[in-house]
């Protein structure tokens, strides 16, 4: 994908859905009309092409979170220092615990619509610590 799109605004309609505003640069127009074999660019098309591809990543979301599905912010500090907080649900269902080492990789997420960037989130200490609790179940099978 070329060009860039961004988010310019966001707003909850009274019926409970989201309308969301975006500012679509000439590179992407150029690109997307281009892909769709559109002569010019349409709000139309750019809409129903994005409502899938959103549709299509919930989904999936979904599916692999068990028809869970989190929506996080991220918020800042007295300090200004940037956070996340998750959902006890989430984290329960991740296994992750208090002080555990999570790194932030920045990623580029490959879609059937295109490219975009995105990011992971790797919990190194859980590893070490579902070795631990396995290797202790092992030793108290063998005492047995």
């Known amino acids: 994908m070329k060009g860039k799109f961004d988010l310019a605004e966001e707003a909850q309609n ?8 975006f500012d679509v640069d000439d590179e992407f127009q ?7 074999g559109l002569r010019r660019w ?3 098309r750019f809409q129903k092409v994005f409502h899938k591809a959103l ?3 919930l989904e ?5 979170q068990n028809n869970d599905y989190y929506i996080v912010k991220v918020q800042e500090t007295p300090d ?13 269902q991740l296994g992750w615990e208090v002080g555990d080492d999570v790194e932030w990789d920045e990623s580029e997420i490959c879609e059937d619509w295109g490219e ?4 992971t989130l790797s919990n ?5 610590r579902d070795a631990d609790e396995a290797r202790k179940k092992a030793i108290s099978v063998d005492m047995e």
């Open 60 to 64: 999936t979301v979904e599916k692999e």
């Open 116 to 119: 975009h960037k995105g990011f």
């Open 80 to 92: 200004g220092e940037p956070f996340i907080e998750f959902p006890q649900k989430l984290i329960d």
């Open 14 to 21: 009274d019926d409970g859905t989201w309308s969301l505003i």
């Open 124 to 128: 190194k200490s859980k590893p070490f």
């Open 30 to 36: 150029e690109w997307f009309k281009e892909w769709q």
């Open 42 to 44: 349409s709000d139309k």
């Open 55 to 57: 549709v299509s990543a």
